[in-house]
């Protein structure tokens, strides 16, 4: 493996049945994972980490983030609907991009605004077919538990 085809990614989710699978979202960084820890309705205590391969990911860190996922998909702005928010249309589309042999896509975070960016910060959804299978972190309710140690899950 090329070690620069690697990457760190970290996810904070339900202590309770975490979700590893399909579309999950993961970030770049420790410390954004620890603020989604904090945040109502998304997120959740538990920070987890895993080495992923990058090889096969839809790169939306782009100028034309749209244009770029659009031409991947082979769809055009029409299903792009006004209601939609740019987290709900990147979803909507997981399916396509994973038909097109992609395992991840990588866009900057959404800022407040339908389809505003925040340049500074990267989320990376999964579109695999199996569960990932990442190493415990530390819970924001407890932390110092566990650090780096393998915690067990519902999958």
Known sequence: QNPEAQRTLWRATAATKPHFGFTSNWTDSLAS??????S?????????SIEVDTGNVLDLRTTAPWATMLSA????????GPEENG????HYFAK????????????WQFGDHRFEWKTDRETWIYLGEEDLHPTFVHSARGRGTQEGHSKPHDS
């Open 40 to 48: 109502v309705g998304f997120g959740g205590p538990d920070i987890y």
């Open 73 to 80: 998909t082979g769809c055009d702005e029409s299903y792009l």
């Open 96 to 107: 396509k991009i994973a038909a097109r042999g992609f395992t991840w896509i990588v866009h």
């Open 87 to 90: 987290h709900d249309a990147l």
């Open 33 to 38: 994972a620890e603020q989604w820890s904090r």
